[in-house]
């Protein structure tokens, strides 16, 4: 049976479908939470380009990962939840929950692979980010990404029943006898698919994909009319050959729509070398903590490196060299999309001070739905472009 004709898991609960709108419970609709969806909308605003990017790893539609962070905690990336039977990290893993998706440190840990996972690892956005929607693509095997099972399982651990007369979906849940946790879900579920539907930041998997139909693609760079009067700048250590036509085209409506003449690409794709210099000048100017906090894992064990060489009191060159190293130890892409192929997803930086009218660039970039993921200061030092390439 297809997610969007109505099912249940157990004969005595409320039966659901998937529409365009999101879940609709039989004989009660489509419920959303009261109010404009202001709880959504700041949860994709804050951490929409980190949820674009696990989605995308993952294969897990974005709404599912939106209405779980706004379940867990309605946004707050310092939220942690010790269990009764609490002692310590260490002693009792299965016991605190961390983060924005508020995953246990040892459910994440068993998600991800990963022994060495703890209590600050959750508490970056990327980290919970990661191993909840890991966590989520794990029970897929069970859930089929229904998001009332979705909502159950990662509550619960896996689908059970529940006998409550204050639970309509017979799931077990937390607080047991009651469907709160499905409920709220479901309400979060239906405002993310609303607010994703139509905001600039275009989720990089829609929720479409779990209505069995593709998403409408948007309109190739050669039915567009390219602006003549722009003028696209490189900076000394950028490469002109690494930004595609496509690309080209694509920032230069960008800066035309926004009224302005001209910007300069400071960065494109990156050999491992490039992105340990790079890296390298970067943690010399805003420091370790501010350079970890655009990182994810792989990248935080390039700034440990470096810390580890400096404190060694290695000179520049031989630091560069041994971030170097563990950039392609961990593989160049796990650190930055710089250093992927430009072909398939072209990524590359402008200066912001090449821009006079930043307020109308940055407007008119988030209103491009071909640029998937976009980064400005102070979240990182430029403006960061990234953009799938056609496959023709």
Not at 74 to 94: F, K, L, M
Not at 124 to 135: D, M
Not at 222 to 228: A, G, L, M, S
């Amino acid at each position: 049976m297809a997610l969007t004709d109505y099912h249940h898991v157990f004969d005595d609960s409320i039966r659901w479908r998937l529409t365009r709108e999101g879940v609709e419970i039989e004989n009660s609709g489509i419920e959303r939470t009261k109010g404009a969806p202001a709880t959504v909308t700041r949860v994709w605003q804050n951490f929409g380009a980190y949820i674009n990017d696990v989605a995308r790893t993952y294969r897990v539609p974005c709404v599912l990962i939106v209405a779980t962070v706004c379940t867990e905690t309605a946004g707050n990336p310092d939220a942690v939840r010790e269990e009764p039977g609490y002692t310590s990290d260490s002693a009792t893993p299965h016991r605190i929950s961390a983060g924005l998706m508020q995953t246990l440190i040892s459910t994440a840990r068993e998600a991800m692979g990963d022994s060495s996972i703890d209590r600050n690892y959750l508490l970056k956005p990327a980290g919970s980010l990661t191993a909840g929607t890991a966590y989520i693509s794990q029970q897929a095997r069970t859930t089929q990404l229904d998001p009332p099972l979705v909502a159950a399982a990662y509550n619960a651990g896996r689908i059970a029943y529940q006998n409550g007369s204050a639970n309509r979906w017979k799931l077990r849940q937390y607080r047991i006898g009651t469907g709160e946790h499905c409920d709220r879900f479901v309400r979060f579920f239906n405002d993310a698919v609303f607010v994703l539907a139509s905001h600039s930041l275009r989720p990089t998997v829609p929720y479409e994909n779990l209505l069995g139909a593709a998403p409408p693609q948007p309109r190739t760079y050669v039915e567009r009319k390219q602006p003549t009067d722009v003028e696209i700048r490189f900076a000394t250590n950028a490469r002109p050959e690494s930004v595609t036509a496509f690309s080209m085209g694509i920032l230069k409506e960008i800066v035309a729509a926004a009224g302005l003449k001209s910007a300069l690409i400071s960065s494109t794709s990156r050999t491992p070398a490039d992105q340990a210099r790079i890296m390298y000048n970067n943690l010399e100017k805003y420091g370790v903590q501010h350079q970890k906090d655009l990182y994810g894992r792989s990248g935080d064990s390039v700034i440990d490196e470096y810390v580890k060489s400096r404190a060694a009191g290695k000179t520049s060159d031989q630091i560069k060299a041994d971030m170097e190293t563990k950039i392609n130890e961990v593989g160049p892409t796990n650190v930055s999309r710089h250093t992927g192929d430009p072909n398939v997803l072209n990524v590359f930086d402008v200066a912001p001070s090449s821009i006079t009218n930043k307020v109308a660039f940055e407007k008119a970039v988030k209103a491009d739905s071909r640029v998937t993921k976009f980064l400005m200061p102070p979240q990182d030092p430029g403006y960061h472009l990234e953009i799938p390439q056609p496959k023709s």
